[in-house]
């Protein structure tokens, strides 16, 4: 399975751009990299998904290098309510949540 | 919106007692999921099911079982609670290796 690392925690301001990086040095040739977000008290909400390259859709965008030992999400000015902790997948199959980032945006 | 549902929302039971969480879903999905997290803390993966009459375990050890007799319907049950199982217990669901959807989940507080 594809061992995921992310940064704990990160601090933003309203209307910065945020961009988390996640490490999957070993993902498998056939997996996709998804992230998700989660508040407190909820579930994990999809935020975008990605094979390489780049991705984007309404929420973030989600680049890939040719490698694909690494990912990047980028969240377009940040408003508070992107406080939350997000998490990146490197696989498609049994699906393993780790740690999660932190992301904090302040006023 | 996911058609994914829990219940109960929250339960508060004495030690010992045998507990069922219910977890349905609406969208046909062959894969479905069961999460328990500690406030603060992350997602651990307790029990997975590919389709009818397929369960495995996750990757942390619980003592909970599973079935999956029906592909919309993934029950799991303790059947002697104890306080070290306080914890919230979320659902999932998914469509081949597409994105999870998951449900509101069980607020479980054993006394």
């Known amino acids: 399975l594809a061992k995921t690392t992310q940064p704990i925690s990160m601090d933003s301001y309203e209307g910065q751009e945020v961009n988390i990086t996640c490490s999957h040095n070993?993902?498998?040739?056939?997996?996709?990299i998804t992230w998700y977000q989660q508040f407190p008290s909820q579930g994990p909400r999809f935020i975008i998904q990605?094979?390489?390259t780049k991705v984007t859709n309404e929420v973030a965008s989600l680049f890939i290098p040719a490698d694909r030992k690494s990912s990047t999400l980028s969240l377009p000015r940040v408003s508070l309510s992107d406080t939350a902790v997000y998490y990146c997948?490197?696989?498609?199959?049994?699906?393993?949540f780790g740690t999660g980032t932190r992301l904090q945006v302040f006023p | 919106e996911a058609d994914i549902y829990q219940t109960p929302r929250y339960l508060v039971i004495g030690t010992g007692k045998k507990i069922t969480l219910e977890c349905s879903q609406t969208?046909?999905?062959?894969?479905m999921y069961w999460y328990q997290q500690d406030p603060g803390m992350e997602l651990h993966l307790i029990h997975y099911?590919?389709?009818?009459?397929?369960?495995e375990k996750g990757d942390l050890s619980s003592e909970s079982t599973v079935s999956r007799i029906r592909t919309e319907h993934f029950p799991l049950t303790l059947e002697s609670a104890r306080p070290s199982h306080t914890s919230q217990y979320l659902c999932?669901?998914?469509?081949?290796?597409?994105?999870?959807?998951f449900g509101p989940g069980t607020r479980l507080t054993v006394l």
């Open positions: 999932a669901s998914s469509e081949s290796s597409r994105e999870q959807f």
């Open positions: 070993n993902i498998a040739t056939n997996d996709y």
């Open positions: 990605g094979y390489k």
């Open positions: 997948l490197g696989n498609t199959d049994k699906l393993i």
């Open positions: 969208m046909g999905h062959d894969k």
């Open positions: 099911s590919y389709g009818v009459n397929s369960t």
